[in-house]
């Protein structure tokens, strides 16, 4: 090896370049990296930096003076093949990092590469044209006249990922984002000392150290290993599913532990979570073929080649209906099936997160034994999403449309007061049903601030148009029982009410036996109350109405649902009439919903209802048809 270190090069950077590198490899192999294109182009790019280092000592080693010239032109034209080829690493390697499809198409990729073919073109035909460089006995390595084209192609293929990362800055996160910048800088900084420094060969330390940055920031597989089942996690699965869905469909299932956040109440977090590591553990040695992700809560899910998916999903079925067992602990868990249907093309991973944790909902019902996420079933979740984004639409642009339903005084049918309802309108012009964009609100959170813009408009309608001056005393405006949580509830309605100058009194409060149950909801309607604010029981009937609650809280009245009353009519008994009497009795107001015709108006009011409401009066009107019908 004495030629080696007769070398005129400095070769001390490569005694921490090479051994780290190759370090990086072994640990890396040795993990449970995803299974994903980019996991294969981060080892392609190590791999190659590897060998750049290595037939960099190589190359500077033989090129002393009398060093025949086949040999010189095997060891350097083999280390710039390496030195580019690892520059269009990194840019592969970012592409597929930022699940980038391989440059669109056919003709792009042949334009994006063309500079790397080229100059591997000039490289490996330079023994015969002196094009890259020249070896003579005196000279052992002369440049060429395309010699500094190579770097100028490499520092391409090192910013154009710079330019790709800028691209997707919003969709990468600020970590991400920094880290590729990072490594960028660094490669570009070897690349200046490889320039200015040519005797010095610094930059395969430098290419090290990006390629070790990018490691402990963005591949390192620990990340993506989730530590109660040693099974891969909820961010590995994005990955993946980013990865395995250009152009393909995915296939695969989930399933869930009924009943597992119960579990762990009743019998302790560490009894359940310990047989969570037994589960991860089956699954990997009974389910080789399966990749498997434990999306916590007790959900898992597993992606299948396509004819191993219901044999995957049997033995699962099979092995859980015996007993876990841990020493002298033993556990039972039922489990429920989420199938994604082959057929499926799926749209992008938010949209696929949420079918699979509304699958997951599903299954944990009682009676639920699969659930399968088909087409239809897409359909559906597609409306879901495009309400709620109607519903953040109208919150953003305070557009939601409040609708009056008339409150008549049952006897003389004459208006006493009404019920204010929000409507949402579609695109195009269609109206959105609050069975559709309610419980959308509730489910993120919104429904607090939908609660508040209803009761604003009110208040301003009740401002402009004086509708006192026809004959009503108040309107209704509806709490959520999310609404009844906050405890600066009060205030925010008192804030709104007499910014409009809108009396206490004009105003009712209805909320349900939910709203008012809980020590939290007993507080805030009763601080409503003391406040002046009369509130009405709504839905009566529909729950788990008792005197008891109701006892709890000073409501003014309730309100029959409007199915206890259909039903009422549909088989008449005693138990309406005396429920009527009986709350009449105590002292409270009876609103009787869902009046579809004059025979039922006419023996609620017998009954000794105080209102009434329900189409046979007048369907939610818009408040110009309101105020229309009923403005004097």
């Known amino acids: 090896m004495d030629w080696l270190f007769q070398s005129r090069y400095n070769l001390d950077f490569f005694l921490a370049a090479i051994p780290l590198q190759l370090i990086m490899i072994v640990y890396y192999l040795g993990r449970r990296h995803l299974p994903i294109s ?31 010239a086949t040999v010189l032109y095997f060891w350097n034209i083999l280390y710039f093949a390496c030195f580019l080829l690892t520059a269009s690493g990194f840019l592969l390697y970012t592409a597929d990092a930022l699940h980038i499809p391989r440059f ?17 073109l000039f490289l490996f035909t330079t023994p015969w044209t002196g094009f890259f460089f020249a070896s003579s006995p005196e000279v052992p390595f002369k440049d060429g006249p395309v010699y500094g084209g190579v770097y100028y192609c490499y520092g391409f293929y090192i910013l154009l990922p710079n330019l790709l990362v800028l691209l997707k800055w919003r969709e990468n996160g600020l970590r991400r984002n920094f880290s590729f910048f990072v490594c960028g800088a660094l490669v570009l900084i070897g690349l200046f000392l490889r320039t200015e420094f040519r005797y010095m060969p610094i930059m395969g330390y430098f290419v090290t150290l990006a390629v070790l940055v990018a490691y402990f920031t963005l591949r390192n597989p620990d990340f993506y290993v989730d530590d109660e089942t040693n099974l891969l996690n909820g961010p590995a699965l994005h990955l993946v599913y980013t990865d395995r869905t250009r152009g393909r469909r995915l296939h695969g299932f989930g399933f869930v532990i009924k009943g597992f956040e119960q579990s762990r109440i009743l019998y302790g977090e560490a009894f359940i979570d310990s047989f969570l590591l037994e589960i991860g553990k089956y699954i990997r040695r009974e389910l080789p073929f399966c990749c ?36 002298t602990r033993t556990a039972f868990f039922d489990i429920a099936c989420v199938y994604v249907d082959q057929e499926v093309l799926f749209p992008p991973w938010e949209e696929f997160r949420q079918a699979l944790a509304d699958g997951f909902q599903k299954a944990r019902g009682v009676a639920v034994k699969e659930i399968t996420v088909n087409q239809g079933y897409m359909e559906q979740l597609h409306r879901k999403f495009h309400v709620r984004r109607l519903l953040a639409e109208a919150l953003a642009n305070n557009s939601a449309e409040i609708f009056l339903q008339p409150l008549m005084e049952a006897g003389t049918y004459r208006i006493l007061g009404a019920e204010a309802l929000v409507r949402l309108k579609d695109r195009d012009g269609s109206l959105v049903l609050p069975d559709e964009f309610i419980p959308a609100a509730e489910g993120n959170g919104s429904i607090s601030l939908l609660g508040l ?6 208040c301003r309608f009740i401002q402009e148009k004086k509708p006192q001056r026809w004959g009503m005393k108040w309107i209704q405006v509806n709490l959520s029982p999310m609404q009844c949580l906050d405890r600066h509830l009060p205030d925010k309605l008192d804030a709104l009410r007499k910014a409009h100058e809108v009396p206490v009194s004009a105003v009712r409060l209805e ?3 939910q709203a008012a149950m809980g020590n939290s909801g007993y507080q805030r309607v009763n601080e ?15 729950g788990y109405s008792n005197r008891q609650r109701m006892n709890r809280i000073s409501v003014a009245g309730i309100k029959l649902d409007g199915h206890l009353v259909g039903s009422h009519f549909d088989h008449p008994d005693s138990y309406i ?38 189409f046979y009066f007048a369907p939610p009107l818009t408040l110009s048809q309101f105020e229309k019908m009923y403005g004097t």
């Open 38 to 68: 980019e996991s294969r182009s981060f080892l392609y790019l190590m791999v190659l930096n590897l060998s750049t280092l290595v037939t960099d000592i190589m190359a500077c080693g033989v090129t002393v003076k009398g060093t025949p």
């Open 104 to 120: 669109a198409g056919r003709w792009t990729r042949a334009v994006v590469f063309l500079p790397v073919w080229v100059m591997l």
């Open 292 to 327: 498997g992700f434990y999306l916590r809560s007790g959900r898992f899910f597993l992606m299948t080649p396509l004819e191993k998916t219901e044999e995957a999903a049997d033995t699962l079925r099979q092995r859980f209906r015996a007993s876990w067992t841990q020493g």
């Open 453 to 458: 813009e209803v009761f604003g408009k009110v």
């Open 511 to 513: 909320i349900t036996e």
């Open 528 to 542: 409503l109350v003391e406040r002046g604010y009369t509130l009405v029981l709504d839905d009566y009937g529909s």
């Open 577 to 614: 009439p005396n429920l009527i009497k009986g709350m009449r009795q105590s002292g409270y107001e009876v609103t009787a919903e869902g009046v579809e015709t004059k025979e039922m108006a006419d023996s609620l009011s017998a009954m000794g209802c105080t209102s009434l409401q329900g």
